[in-house]
């Protein structure tokens, strides 16, 4: 069986990495045949990370680039996109795909759709709000990290959905021994482009800090400007990651509450339950369901929360000990690779009909 791969991101892309990617071996071993054609390459990343202009002559390349893979459709079993063939453009390969009764599976492990549909200028709302439902409704199969994201497609009218989960290989993660340590370390991962949700929690590591011996880590990104608690800021390396949240005491996953935020898959809370360490979160979409109250972590919507989560783990060792063997637990049984790699395998399979 032959899949085109159409990622957004090259490896470096963490949705592309993780919702792909980390796939093809298994995918490999069960006869699967995929070719991988990223759109946006590491140089585009970077440049987003970093804050510099992105150069359209560039993206229009990708995009030309891109248009050229697709035009072999016909070579391939099922293509495989990655939330939309081309960003910022109305749907019409996807449509033309439809037309010619070539089945194309999607996946989603973000709400896309609201960088349109909740967009400030009216005319992008108006000619591109209902785009991502154009692309989920002629779909042979939508496949969602979340039921945030599940909603969307059945408003949209997807012919069918799957549930998989973002995460983890098993087989890169473990638990550490712990070290004994005379300060406590409040650690959270991510990107320069998601770093902006720890100014929701500022007071309350601010106030933390005043009361007991605490410290930061932030990897990923640079070191924010939180006043009133020492931050030490380590760069992101797919290689040092696990080691890096190891050494965390808690890992943290700040959000808004908006709709964009309402989609994302709690990729960081999997990260930290994973490497046996209990995590605190906004109550904010899927983290309510990856966060069992009291028993694997602590979901904190006020200052008040976020305050009294972290001083409990701070005075109370065996109980973040106990937190983190419950998420690693459930990491096991639920959001591991071991686990999703075979569902998706029948997935690809089932989607990769002609239709008439």
């Not at 970093?50 to 359209?56: H, P």
């Not at 995009?63 to 910022?88: A, G």
């Not at 998989?164 to 290989?169: A, D, K, R, S």
């Not at 309510?288 to 919507?301: D, K, R, S, T």
């Amino acid at each position: 069986m032959k899949v085109l791969l159409l990622s957004r991101y090259s490896q470096t892309g963490a949705s592309s990495r993780l919702r792909f990617y980390q796939y093809l071996p298994y995918l490999t071993a069960a006869g699967i045949e995929v070719t991988v054609n990223p759109c946006l390459d590491d140089q585009y990343i970077l440049s987003l990370y970093s804050g510099q202009k992105i150069q359209k002559l560039k993206v229009l390349n990708a995009y030309l680039k891109r248009l050229k893979s697709f035009l072999k459709y016909n070579s391939y079993d099922l293509i495989w996109i990655e939330k939309e063939l081309l960003p910022w453009l109305p749907a019409f390969a996807e449509v033309f795909l439809r037309y010619l009764g070539i089945s194309y599976l999607v996946d989603y492990d973000d709400a896309v759709f609201h960088r349109y549909d909740q967009h400030h200028n009216p005319l992008i709302r108006a000619f591109l709000g209902r785009k991502i439902d154009k692309i989920m409704g002629n779909a042979s199969m939508v496949i969602v990290g979340n039921n945030y994201l599940a909603e969307r497609a059945r408003a949209a009218g997807a012919k069918r959905i799957e549930y998989l989960p973002t995460v983890i290989n098993l087989d890169h993660y473990r638990i550490l021994q712990p070290q004994k340590k005379n300060i406590f370390t409040i650690g959270w991962i991510g990107t320069p482009v998601t770093a902006k949700y720890l100014n929701g929690i500022a007071r309350a590591l601010a106030e933390v800090a005043t009361k007991r011996s605490v410290r930061m880590v932030v990897v990923g990104t640079e070191k924010p400007a939180l006043e009133g608690i020492y931050i030490e800021a380590l760069p992101w390396s797919e290689k040092t990651e696990v080691e890096q949240i190891s050494r965390f005491d808690v890992g943290i996953m700040p959000l808004f509450d908006d709709f964009f935020e309402r989609g994302k898959c709690g990729y960081k809370l999997i990260q930290y339950m994973a490497c046996g360490i209990p995590g605190i979160a906004s109550p904010v979409g899927v983290n309510q369901e990856i966060v069992e109250q009291g028993y694997n972590g602590f979901l904190a919507a006020t200052h008040e929360q976020w305050v009294d989560a972290l001083i409990t783990l701070v005075d109370n060792k065996e109980l973040a000990q106990q937190m983190g063997r419950a998420g690693r637990c459930k990491v096991e049984k639920e959001y591991c690779l071991q686990v999703t790699a075979p569902r998706l395998v029948e997935f690809i399979h089932q989607a990769s009909h002609r239709t008439p």
